[in-house]
């Protein structure tokens, strides 16, 4: 047998965690948030970053079977 789950009723007139926190202390919040976000981007951009350059290294590398394998005939001929 399911029991019932109880609903709590919010009012509109109740006091928020925004409303009681101080402004400096949001503000700090904020700038905590921002930072973060920052940090997340620069570490997103120098993943992309690395990618490429193990991309680069890769075919740099390659053999010359791989490179018949990857490109073909599609070279010019001289």
Do not use: C, H, P, W
């Amino acid at each position: 047998m399911a029991k019932k789950q109880k609903q709590t009723v919010i009012n509109d007139d109740s006091v928020t965690l925004k409303d009681q926190l101080n402004a400096d202390v949001l503000a700090k919040l904020k700038a905590a948030k921002q930072s973060l976000v920052a940090e997340e981007q620069a570490k997103e951009e120098e993943r992309q970053a690395k990618l490429a350059f193990e991309r680069k290294q890769r075919e740099k590398n390659m053999s010359f079977e791989e490179l018949l394998e990857k490109y073909g005939d599609k070279g010019s001929k001289f």
